[in-house]
């Protein structure tokens, strides 16, 4: 595994992590009021104005958080290239074995 994979890897696995607990922590709002001991239920009208402006951030940061899972994803799979030494290298053998069928060729 090259590093441009490792680091797509970690961003896809950070992005995920973050989106799952972003979404618990909005559907679950008030299961989890509960643990802290804040009283929701004389908040309503606060509760319906903070989910008004709650459920469109979080779909906007749910698709951030997506876009960046997918270039993670991306980045982890994506096979490194080729080091220039290798393309060169490549290259070279190319250009000698077109030398050598032209030599043949002119001895023919």
Not at 57 to 70: D, H, R
Not at 84 to 99: D, G, L, P, R, V
């Amino acid at each position: 595994m090259s590093k441009d994979q490792a680091i797509g890897g970690i961003i896809f696995i950070v992005c995920v992590i973050v989106a799952l607990g972003y979404f618990v922590a909005l559907v679950f709002t008030r299961e989890l009021s509960f643990l802290f001991g804040w009283n929701w239920s004389s908040l309503t009208v606060w509760h319906a104005r903070v989910a008004l402006v709650a459920i469109p951030m979080a779909i906007a940061l749910i698709a951030v958080l997506a876009i960046g899972a997918w270039i993670g994803w991306t980045m982890a799979t994506t096979p490194p290239p080729k080091p220039i030494e290798e393309i060169e290298a490549e290259e070279k053998k190319e250009e000698e074995k077109a030398e050598e069928e032209k030599t043949e060729e002119k001895a023919k």
